[in-house]
């Protein structure tokens, strides 16, 4: 895969191998968040696979270094929006386990209350923006958040996920229309994973990098190894900082792979094995893995004392969510509208006529 | 001495006053603020209220409904225009999926307005006379509101950007600057409720249900009808999302006969809606089939002749509710 080999690194003033000034314990935090993201994911493998999570479940398995990388460049006060595989950023952003096993198990206390399913949940008053699964459509309302936070006079950052097939997509490119004119405080993290669903990223574009698409509307743009969880912190933290000043929006690629197939359903038979083996050996956390240890600041024992601590956790979570219990199905009429369902109420008024007529016709 | 106004002009006085009550409010569209709007209903706004309040965009009518959401989600109140309602299409998926589920999925409401000139009369043509209102009707979440009065345009718009939920906003262009529907307003603040349905006219025989500007086309067949002896009731339904059922019923109830009137196409039109409501609530007070007179199921044409014959008119109101008084 020498193209992808190629692009890791260039234009983002960024360099994998140079330290981004993290103290040991957020090095080591970084760490908890990425296997956290992916010990998560495999339990709600197995849950899916023993029927208990249902529909759709999409992994971000070799993708955890974008999520975690750009979540944790963040300040407070940003707003996130993430897609459907940026589960890690949304533990960076505060989501735990619990939640997160109560909304795929669809139990009562899960934050859709078993409306919604995978990552579609959150709230402003947390940072988050949760996606809707029509792609692209997060970047204009991203726009609109950078836009109304600016009129507040707040230094608020918005930023988003597209991947490679969403920036294909009509909203990608009229938000970033809208961004880019008006200069808003965004950052959009090109998560480019090489296939959309079965359709190769040749597919998509015949651009080399994705993040020349930024070309199109006179932005900044950069390209980052989306394997090097340092990397994306780091070129995160530049676009975020430009973006903040008035340099924005920035497009920023991050290039990596879907290490399995779109849903939990499809093996991805159509991606060559090569690519499989060649993504394999740059395994993210194994990656960061290698180097903490290199730096020597941590040792192999620090890590597995995180991972039995997000064990523990995952374990206490699950535990509570699998004995909670499924909310009332009469509940899914509610909260259409601020004032209550309007509709439900028609319906309940007309089953309550219908049988005052049965009972005494009136001529 | 207070002046009469006309129905675009109300619009616009309810948008300034909003935006001089609550600085939440803004206005976002395509060549809304240098400009003033293509019909200048946001006159004067961008000299008013700066190019912060007032935002030209791209043409990107996704991009800006989009946008207003995210405003929205910040605790702002967004009022969206689209240059001819038929662009509102362009901004479906926003509307429908993201606006309209958010509340619902996990308790984020989108007070978003968006709003724009809707309906044929003007030789438009097919792209710039549509009225989508069933699309959006048909969407849980959503309140769509049509207003067909001077007064019900200013009271409208601004309960509508004083709702917690996104509203879509029918102008009816035929109406903007009508002579015959110029109004003084109060002075004083007002708002009309969405959900109300109002009676135009009291009658006992027959009931004539519309909205938008087929309201004066009725009102006119029920004059006549009046001095042919046929009391015809005109109940203007001012929203359509949700639909005023108590109203429906009760005038359905009071003159056993009911004509339902719309600019819109006929199949999937509100007054499908409006006849199983009635069927449902009241079946025994029927002494008639619940008539309706609509526009073909066609797009709208813009030759003059073409456009007179396919759109709804107080003749063929008056031949359809003369139909059902012999019943």
């Known amino acids: 895969m020498p193209r992808a080999k190629r692009s890791t690194t260039r234009r983002t003033g960024s360099r994998p191998s140079r330290p981004p000034g993290l103290s040991t314990d957020r090095l080591r935090e970084i760490y908890y968040f990425l296997k956290m993201n992916r010990l998560i994911e495999e339990r709600l493998s197995a849950l899916y696979r023993q029927g208990k999570v249902q529909g759709g479940l999409y992994s971000s398995r070799g993708q955890e270094a974008i999520s975690v990388g750009s979540a944790y460049a963040l300040g407070p006060q940003d707003i996130l929006a993430p897609m459907i595989r940026n589960l890690g950023a949304m533990l960076v952003k505060g989501v735990r ?3 997160l096993f109560l909304q795929y198990l669809q139990r009562e206390g899960s934050p859709c209350k078993g409306r919604d399913t995978s990552l579609h949940f959150g709230g402003i008053e ?14 204009p309302v991203m726009a609109g958040v950078a836009l109304a936070a600016r009129r507040r006079g707040k230094p608020v950052v918005a930023l988003t996920y597209v991947g490679d097939g969403a920036s294909s997509t009509g909203d990608f490119h009229e938000g970033l229309g809208i961004a880019s004119v008006r200069r808003l405080p965004m950052v959009l993290i090109l998560e480019n994973n090489r296939w959309a669903y079965s359709t190769p990223v040749s597919r998509q574009s015949l651009l080399t990098d994705l993040a020349d698409r930024a070309r199109g509307y006179g932005i900044p743009r950069g390209v980052v190894d989306g394997n090097d969880v340092l990397a994306v912190c ?7 900082a430009l973006a903040r000043r008035g340099g924005g929006p920035v497009l920023l690629e991050c ?20 690519e499989k083996r060649y993504w394999e050996r740059r395994d993210p956390i194994s990656l960061y893995e290698k180097r903490l240890i290199a730096r020597g600041s941590v040792t192999q024992a620090d890590l597995q004392r995180i991972e039995k601590r997000c064990l523990e956790e995952i374990e206490r979570d699950l535990e509570t969510a699998l004995s909670a219990p499924f909310p009332a199905p009469e509940s899914c009429i509610e909260d259409v509208y601020a004032s209550g369902s309007d509709e439900a109420h028609v319906h309940e008024e007309t089953e309550g006529k219908l049988k005052v007529l049965d009972g005494g016709r009136r001529r | 001495m207070p002046e009469a106004i006309t129905y675009l002009e109300a619009i616009r006085q309810g948008i300034w006053e909003e935006m001089e009550r609550d600085d939440r409010v803004f206005c ?14 946001t006159k004067g706004f961008l000299e008013r209220f700066g190019e912060e309040r007032v935002i030209d965009t791209p043409i990107a009518e996704s991009g800006i409904v989009g946008a207003a959401i995210g405003a929205s989600l910040m605790g702002m109140r967004p009022v969206a225009e689209m240059q001819f309602i038929d662009f509102i299409s362009c901004a479906f998926n926003q509307i429908t999926n993201f606006a309209a589920k958010s509340r619902w999925r996990y308790g984020a409401g989108v007070p978003i307005v968006i709003r724009g000139p809707s309906g044929g009369g003007v030789r438009g043509g097919p792209f710039h006379s549509q009225n989508p209102e069933m699309y959006y009707v048909h ?38 600057r009508l002579p015959r529907i110029k109004e003084v307003l109060p002075r004083e603040d007002y708002v009309v409720p969405i959900g109300k349905a109002a009676v135009r006219k009291v009658g006992r025989d027959l009931s004539l249900i519309t909205y938008g500007a087929m309201l004066l086309h009725c009102l006119d067949a029920a004059d006549t009808l009046e001095k042919e002896g046929v009391s015809a009731e005109v109940l203007d339904l001012r929203t359509l999302l949700p639909l005023d059922a108590e109203a429906i019923e009760a005038t359905a109830r009071k003159t056993g006969k009911v004509l339902v009137v719309h600019e819109d196409t006929r199949t999937g039109g509100i007054a499908g809606e409006v006849t199983a409501l009635i069927n449902e609530r009241a079946f025994e007070y029927l002494d008639g089939p619940v008539l309706r007179v609509t526009a073909p199921d066609a797009p709208v044409p813009y030759s003059a002749p073409l456009e007179d014959f396919f759109l709804p008119n107080a003749v063929k109101v008056l031949e359809a509710a003369r139909r059902l008084a012999s019943y």
């Open chain 1, 97 to 99: 386990p619990l939640e």
């Open chain 1, 126 to 139: 947390r940072g988050l923006v949760p996606p809707i699964s029509h792609l692209g459509t997060l970047v």
């Open chain 1, 234 to 240: 780091t070129a995160t933290s530049s676009a975020i």
């Open chain 1, 255 to 274: 290039k990596t792979m879907r290490m399995r197939g779109h849903s939990e359903h499809d093996d991805a038979w159509y991606v060559p094995e090569e």
């Open chain 2, 28 to 41: 976002i569209g395509e060549d809304i603020g240098v400009y003033g709007g293509a019909f200048k209903v």
């Open chain 2, 139 to 176: 969407t849980p979440g959503l309140k769509v509101v049509a207003p067909g009065t001077t007064y019900d345009a200013k009271g409208l718009i601004k309960a509508a950007i004083r709702d917690d939920d996104p509203v879509i906003y029918l102008e009816h262009k035929y109406l903007y």
